[in-house]
């Protein structure tokens, strides 16, 4: 090794050493659009994509005269995600004004829940591999408000322009304890809350549309310290692999100032996917700086006892149960068991495969391949998949059946991707099913042995796996509809095996 390698080689060390130092601490803000049909406090729609400064009327613009009226679909939908959070519900909730100056912010004002929020002290614990344990983030609150409208600055050269349609959409805000160390925790703990909320049906979580936003909030601190350091909140972030880029771009930056005996300054940072870093946007506010009160316009939030309890009673099965389910009562491993529980719409289609066809595993091995394949190349979603479940458990069935092989099924699934076509139509009109007569089947044996006689000699002297290659040869020739389990038999009786 030369010298300078030998320099370089230590200095990586040191480096690698110097990391190691200190631990990141993260906290996430995750900022949940309910699915409704109207805002929080007024009838307008919530749509996504309508013209510009549509959807507006003066309560959710806050002109002089017009009073809120909280929606009761909003409240529902956040005791459901609380409740599933394993969050303790509050019988008497407190809506707040949050003061502060925006653009997109008519009232100067947005209606929030501070001191007394709906929900506190919940967890979601995030599935571990086979030989890990699994990790439990503390929920510290959920918490209804509404948004903000947009500013949009790329629309208009030189001008930024203001569209208001946003304001007044119903949000959750979920805030976690900052029990996460790693931004490849933080990931899956997104994951975890988009697919439970998704389960939920509370709401689409659709992050193009704005559904779902995450704020970061992120400190560094020495390895064996248990006090937190100074955080700074990453925003800008609208993917969960660019929050987990932005915390360890954040993390790094902090963890320089901190050895280079620097101070990290509170204040709100923004992300730029291009350049990979993050740059300061604004001093990071206090809780005093938004001067909460409480919302003359709006009376305390209670909630009846009976109406807390009729709420669990009707939360769905959620995610974990469901896969210890088809662990169970399917024996699928938890690769497996993971895959199809990806979203609710996905695990409910297969189970609907399985009531019909009965082999948990074959249904398993084809929504998972051909179907989510069809899927991704189409970038359809299951419910408008033109294979519906029934047609699919019937493709299957004549799989078990010897109506079809293996190889033609493929070929008719392929054909009902594009036409929605039932799988015996479509095998009896491409002439795909199955033959099982001796005769056809004699016939395409004699012209495989005599098209591969060297092969079909020496198995018949005793290289038995090449009686697979014979049979793989017949198949070819039949267009995969010969009978493989009988063309075996009548290839290792012709070949006196």
């Avoid at 653009?103 to 100067?108: A, E, I, Q, R, T």
């Avoid at 918490?143 to 947009?150: L, P, S, V, Y």
């Amino acid at each position: 090794m030369s010298t300078r390698e030998s320099v370089a080689n230590s200095e990586g060390i040191g480096k690698t050493a110097a990391r190691a130092r200190y631990e990141m601490v993260v906290g996430l803000e995750v900022h949940v659009q309910l699915s409704t049909r109207t805002k929080a406090f007024c009838l307008c729609s919530p749509e996504f994509g309508a013209p510009p400064n549509s959807n507006v009327c003066p309560v959710c613009l806050g002109l002089p005269g017009a009073l809120p009226v909280l929606s009761d679909r909003v409240v529902d939908l956040a005791l459901r995600a609380a409740l599933a959070l394993e969050c303790g519900i509050h019988p008497v909730s407190i809506f707040a004004r949050k003061n502060y100056f925006y653009p997109d912010l008519p009232k100067g004002y947005q209606i929030s829940q501070y001191d007394r929020p709906l929900a506190t002290n919940g967890r979601l614990t995030l599935d571990a591999a086979d030989d890990e344990q699994s990790l439990t983030i503390g929920i510290t609150r959920v918490h209804i408000e509404e948004d903000a409208g947009k500013s949009v600055h790329d629309r208009y050269a030189g001008v930024s322009a203001i569209d208001l349609n946003r304001a007044g959409v119903p949000l959750i805000e979920i805030v976690s304890e900052p029990d996460i160390r790693s931004s490849a925790i933080a990931g899956t703990y997104l994951r975890s809350l988009k697919q439970l909320l998704e389960f939920l049906e509370v709401s689409d979580v659709n992050m193009e549309e704005g559904s779902l936003r995450v704020d970061a909030n992120v400190s560094a601190r020495l390895a064996d310290s248990s006090s937190l350091g100074t955080k700074t909140e990453v925003k800008n972030l609208n993917s969960f692999s660019a929050v987990e880029r932005a915390l360890d771009a954040e993390f790094e930056r902090q963890r320089a100032m901190l050895e280079a005996g620097e101070r990290v300054v509170q204040q709100t940072m923004l992300w730029d996917a291009g350049t990979g870093t993050v740059r300061p946007a604004r001093t990071k506010e206090e809780s005093h700086d938004y001067r909460y009160f409480p919302d003359p316009d709006l009376p305390p939030l209670v909630i009846e006892l009976s109406r807390i309890e009729a709420a669990r009673r009707e939360l769905p099965e959620l995610p974990a149960a469901r896969r210890s389910r088809y662990r169970e009562q399917f024996s699928l491993n938890a690769y497996d068991a993971d895959v199809l529980t990806a979203s609710k719409p996905l695990g409910d289609y297969f189970e609907e495969v399985v009531r019909q066809h009965r082999d948990a595993k074959t249904a398993a091995n084809w929504v998972m391949g051909e179907v989510r394949a069809s899927l991704n190349a189409t970038k359809r979603d299951i419910e408008h998949f033109p294979v519906r479940p029934a047609d699919l458990a019937e493709l299957l069935n004549l799989v078990r059946d010897a109506v079809l092989s293996g190889t033609a099924a493929k070929r008719v699934f392929a054909i009902m991707a594009e036409t929605g076509e039932r799988a015996s139509q479509i095998a009896q009109r491409e002439g795909l099913v199955q033959v099982r007569d001796d005769a056809p089947l004699r016939a395409w044996i004699d012209e495989v042995i005599a098209e591969h006689s060297a092969e079909a000699t020496r198995c018949a002297r005793g290289e038995r796996k090449l009686l697979g290659v014979l049979v793989g040869f017949v198949m070819k020739k039949s267009s995969g509809r010969a009978d493989p389990r009988r063309v075996n038999q009548l290839l290792a009786e012709r070949l006196g095996l």
